[in-house]
């Protein structure tokens, strides 16, 4: 199986948050990351957690990390129209620190 | 702000031709990585790089080869491009974790 998975698609309405979830197979993963890809653009870094944390939040980015289930998870508080894009979900471990991602979640914020 | 520039944006170009796509850091960082993304799809790895006079092979089989002879630059070479490399090559770069990634090149052989 793939060693990081997300859904691939989430649909939520304007103001209200999201929330894209991730599974990771490695326990031995370093950091955990969420990028953002805006059609045609490369990935924005928007946040990322080391796996001895529980959370991490960035203004209106929460992120969960539950190492037992190696479950990552992503939640957009009030959520806009430019959040529209596709988010991936990456991790990787010390030493070559070379990211591995999922296929990506696209979110469509519709009004 | 990540400073990590690749150049060309957009590269359309016929079938045989030699070509480089570069990518330069400023950020002082050891480790780079160049990944192919088809559209909607996931990032491959194909290339990777500790250090300078260091390179290695991804995940992805690629025709395409590495140099990494200045630490802040890690140029991507297609000897004889065909229809089948079209594709965005994205170049990252870190130096303990956070992966910055410049604005990637979208390659379309003809």
């Known amino acids: 199986g793939e060693d990081v998975e997300q859904s691939l698609f989430l649909s939520v309405r304007e103001g209200d948050s999201s929330v894209i979830n991730c599974t990771y197979t490695?326990?031995?993963?370093?950091?955990l990351y969420w990028y953002k890809q805006e059609p045609g653009a490369g990935l924005q870094l928007l946040t990322y957690?080391?796996?001895?944390?529980d959370m991490k939040q960035d203004q209106r980015l929460t992120v969960l990390l539950n190492k037992k289930d190696k479950h990552l998870s992503l939640r957009i508080a009030d959520t806009q129209t430019g959040d529209s894009a596709i988010y991936f979900c990456?991790?990787?471990?010390?030493?070559?620190?070379?990211?591995?991602f999922g296929r990506g979640t696209s979110l469509i914020v519709h009004p | 702000e990540a400073d990590i520039y690749q150049t060309p944006r957009y590269l359309v170009i016929g079938t045989g031709k030699k070509i480089t796509l570069e990518c330069s850091q400023t950020m002082g960082h050891d480790k780079m990585y160049w990944y192919q993304q088809d559209p909607g799809m996931e990032l491959h790895l194909i290339h990777y790089s500790y250090g300078v006079n260091s390179t290695e092979k991804g995940d992805l089989s690629s025709e395409s080869t590495v140099s990494r002879i200045r630490t802040e630059h890690f140029p991507l070479t297609l000897e004889s491009a065909r229809p089948s490399h079209t594709s965005q090559y994205l170049c990252?770069?870190?130096?303990?974790?956070?992966?910055?990634f410049g604005q990637g090149t979208r390659l379309t052989v003809v």
């Open positions: 490695d326990s031995s993963s370093t950091y």
């Open positions: 990252a770069s870190t130096r303990t974790g956070e992966a910055f």
């Open positions: 957690i080391f796996s001895n944390m």
């Open positions: 990456a991790e990787s471990m010390g030493g070559s620190y070379i990211p591995t």
